[in-house]
């Protein structure tokens, strides 16, 4: 679990912002920005910090036709968010350096005894239908390398993780209409997966998965180092 290291103290940061409100053609406009800056603080005495400020803005507009969001941007260091659509449906972006995300996040929280380097793009779509939230998406991890703390290391050029997963708040219940995750050595695929998520579920799990083209040789190094296999 993440959480922050033992013995970190906050000591700085400065968070500044404004919203301008204004009507336009009958809808009501509401832009807002935020800058978190100088965020900093002490681990058993060092001193940590961000190295750039987090910025945020947002543009959202309402009328008869109910809300739009008309852009949400994040921004930081290692990562950027990008988001845009309504109440019932947003389409979203993301980026992430690994390294500057371990790097800058790892002064502050326990992230895992791994050293991670690649670079992470993504983007999909979020509905709200009634009592289900409907995602589909599509991912990529390109020059992935896994650093352990003995000196082993795994690369990987490029994963592709495609998704479409539905959520049914009403009966607690995920329903994976597929997810496809694709690497150099092999594809690795789940269609019509169904995940209850409570015990009172009437439905039980159930999971097709399927592998194709897996190349054992390759997969090795990686069941070793997260000690899958000896």
Not at 19 to 40: D, N, P
Not at 46 to 60: D, F, G, H, R, Y
Not at 74 to 96: D, H, L, M, R, T
Request: aromatic share 4%; hydrophobic share 40%; charged share 20%.
């Amino acid at each position: 679990t993440l959480g922050l290291k033992e013995g970190t103290q906050m000591t700085s940061g400065q968070l500044t912002g404004n919203v301008a409100t204004s009507t336009q053609a009958g809808q009501k406009q509401i832009r807002a920005s935020a800058t978190l800056a100088g965020l900093g603080g002490t681990v058993e005495g060092k001193k940590i910090a961000l190295s750039e400020p987090i910025k945020a803005e947002a543009s959202v507009s309402s009328g008869k036709a109910g809300m739009n969001f008309d852009k949400i941007d994040v921004s930081a260091p290692f990562a950027k968010i990008n988001c845009a659509g309504s109440a019932e449906s947003i389409q979203y972006s993301a980026e992430a350096d690994l390294a500057k995300l371990q790097s800058e996040l790892g002064q502050f929280i326990d992230i895992g005894k791994y050293k991670l380097a690649g670079q992470f793009l993504g983007k999909g779509q979020v509905s709200i239908k009634d009592d289900k939230i409907i995602t589909t998406g599509s991912s990529a991890l390109s020059n992935l390398r896994v650093d352990a703390q003995d000196g082993n290391s795994v690369s990987e050029p490029k994963v592709q993780i495609d998704t479409a997963v539905n959520f049914d708040r009403k009966t607690s219940v995920i329903a994976l209409a597929s997810v496809t995750a694709t690497t150099s050595f092999g594809r690795l695929s789940v269609k019509d997966g169904v995940v209850p998520m409570n015990k009172e579920s009437e439905q039980p799990l159930r999971m097709d998965v399927s592998a194709s083209n897996f190349d054992l040789a390759k997969v090795k190094p990686f069941a070793v180092m997260f000690g899958v296999l000896p």
